[in-house]
């Protein structure tokens, strides 16, 4: 059976640094490899731009948490396509971009609890794990 393979929303992640119940199942499941997860380069910056970030506990639950996923950082495709994304869809330019990663890499699946933020994108398909 193939594995579930998508882009990850910072929503998802900032769930699980709060102590959603539900966020601890989902990541407990990446942990163990049910699925195979990327994430945005701006996922990162968005975590990390969170106040409690600065606290060394914190920031060494978040990077556990990044090293069981793969990074895609931004280049110039993916700086295109989320551009091409923010003038056609209006979404957030951090949306754009996790958007616009996960089309260029043909992941094409954003795991989110945000639907409204990427349903408007024909090319994404939204997972919502919770």
Do not use: W
Request: net charge neutral; glycine share 4%; charged share 30%.
């Amino acid at each position: 059976m193939l594995k579930q393979t998508f882009v990850l929303d910072t929503d998802l992640f900032i769930d699980l640094l709060r102590g959603v119940p539900d966020a601890k199942v989902f990541f407990e499941k990446i942990k163990t490899r049910e699925y195979i997860v990327y994430y945005s380069a701006i996922l990162e910056v968005e975590i990390f731009a969170g106040q409690s970030a600065g606290s060394p506990e914190e920031e060494k639950t978040i990077n556990d948490v990044l090293e069981l996923m793969t990074r895609l950082d931004l280049d110039g495709p993916i700086a295109r396509k989320a551009g091409e994304f923010r003038r056609k869809y209006l979404c957030s330019v951090p949306d754009a971009i996790i958007a616009a990663s996960a089309v260029t890499h043909k992941i094409h699946t954003v795991a989110t609890r945000n639907k409204k933020h990427f349903e408007t994108i024909p090319d994404v398909k939204v997972l919502t794990p919770y």
